[in-house]
């Protein structure tokens, strides 16, 4: 027979593996930790040289506007437990309103991640937030995990409303550190919230751009452009 202690183990560490693992795979294969742009910054030094394997970015898109929307029935959860069971779960800021907070973070990201495109049809994106699923202050300081950041992304013509693209659901976790690491970044300034914005700010950035993988056009590309120091281009 088993025991209450063996169960409740048992039980724990069950827990602690759908914390730490990650959920529904990204959309567009979007990459857990990896750069925007693939090699980008050694292609740039290197004139036509080093781009074999370089992916680049492009925007297809000239954002004129976003609408950022947290419905009010996604649930949220204060509980200082390893994995509550709600849909917004958030402490990288002081108890509030999670819901402003979300959407505070995801204008923050889209801003960042679009910055730069300002060329082509000009579009307005509608993100609806449907997960953001962050750690608690007892997995944050002990074992660490996964944000889990998920959202539908639409894509709008920015003169007529039609849906040029969408809506489909995004994934964008990111591995949240725990224990020691967690203290130490938290120290550095690269906060819950930095980490978050950052994930995002990339998410937004390439599911609004194409892909340029034929050696010559990545060539030619970043003849042309200026990349940023985070490796996005325009």
């Not at 992916?55 to 949220?76: C, D, E, F």
């Amino acid at each position: 027979m088993i025991s209450l202690r063996s169960l409740t183990a048992v039980t724990l560490a069950l827990v602690l593996s759908a914390c730490a693992g990650t959920s529904t795979p990204p959309s567009r294969g979007v990459m857990t930790d990896a750069p925007a742009i693939s090699g980008a910054r050694n292609a740039s030094q290197s004139g036509t040289a080093g781009t074999a394997g370089t992916v680049v970015l492009q925007s297809q898109y000239q954002i004129v506007g976003a609408n950022i929307i947290v419905p009010q029935k996604l649930r949220v959860s204060e509980a200082n437990m390893f994995y509550p069971i709600a849909d917004i779960v958030w402490r990288g800021e002081p108890r509030g309103d999670r819901y402003r907070q979300v959407e505070a973070i995801y204008q923050e990201a889209f801003a960042a991640g679009t910055a730069k495109m300002t060329s082509g049809r000009k579009a307005v994106v509608d993100i609806e937030v449907t997960r953001f699923h962050c750690l608690t202050e007892k997995t944050r300081y002990t074992v660490g995990g996964v944000h889990s950041l998920h959202f539908m992304l639409t894509v709008r013509d920015a003169d007529t409303g039609v849906v040029i693209d969408g809506p489909r659901a995004v994934v964008a976790d990111v591995k949240a550190a725990g224990g020691a690491q967690a203290i130490a970044e938290d120290d550095m300034g690269m906060t819950q919230r930095v980490v978050v914005v950052q994930r995002l700010s990339e998410v937004i950035h390439r599911e609004l751009s194409t892909k340029i993988t034929d050696p010559a056009l990545v060539s030619r590309f970043l003849e042309g452009q200026s990349l940023s120091p985070a490796g996005l281009g325009g």
